[in-house]
């Protein structure tokens, strides 16, 4: 299924790399593309009211990076709530939205295999919501790591403080605990 959607979908793609602190979407514009990363983190996030930033999730090698509440929302003309910023340079694919709808209505390889990517997603949103509400910082940073092994190296202290619903600051006061429990 695999490389048969690669097969159909390869003429559609077009090759990006983007920077660390490179905006792949901007919150308040209709979001019209998905990417594939082959390299790299990208961070999904969005604003409060009050202007702070809140981090919903992160997209690594292998996975696909983008929001599709927003890619839905912007095929009725409305602003994305989210934004995706590269939390490490990033080297990828980019399809055009409306380009894979029209692909699923073609090909049924297309719609199966984008049923697979939104149940994943789905997955990986609930998971991402249970870290979240985890009562214990602790518990949360655990829950991290398990669910993205390695992630926190390549990551911001502030992105993953942001994530876990922490401050900075305490983000650094857990971590000073963990190495004062090691020694």
């Not at 901007?26 to 999904?44: D, E, I, K, N, Q």
């Not at 604003?47 to 996975?63: H, R, Y």
């Not at 709530?81 to 699923?104: D, H, K, M, N, S």
């Amino acid at each position: 299924m695999f490389d048969e959607f690669n097969r159909i979908l390869a003429p559609h793609v077009t090759h990006v790399e983007f920077r660390k602190g490179d905006y792949l979407q901007h919150a308040g514009v209709p979001a019209s593309v998905a990417y594939w990363l082959y390299r790299g983190v990208a961070r999904r996030g969005m604003l409060t009211k009050d202007g702070s930033e809140v981090t919903m999730a992160f997209s690594s090698e292998g996975e696909s990076c983008g929001s599709h509440h927003d890619l839905l929302a912007a095929q009725d003309g409305l602003p994305a709530q989210e934004f995706i910023v590269a939390e490490t340079a990033i080297t990828g694919v980019r399809v055009e939205w409306a380009t894979l709808a029209r692909l699923r209505e073609e090909h049924c390889i297309m719609r199966e295999y984008y049923l697979k990517v939104s149940e994943l997603s789905i997955r990986r949103y609930s998971q991402s919501s249970l870290i979240r509400s985890m009562t214990s910082a602790n518990c949360r940073l655990a829950a991290f790591r398990e669910q993205y092994p390695g992630l926190e190296q390549r990551i911001a202290q502030k992105s993953l403080a942001s994530f876990l619903g922490i401050t900075p600051q305490y983000m650094s006061t857990l971590l000073k605990q963990e190495q004062d429990q090691v020694r």
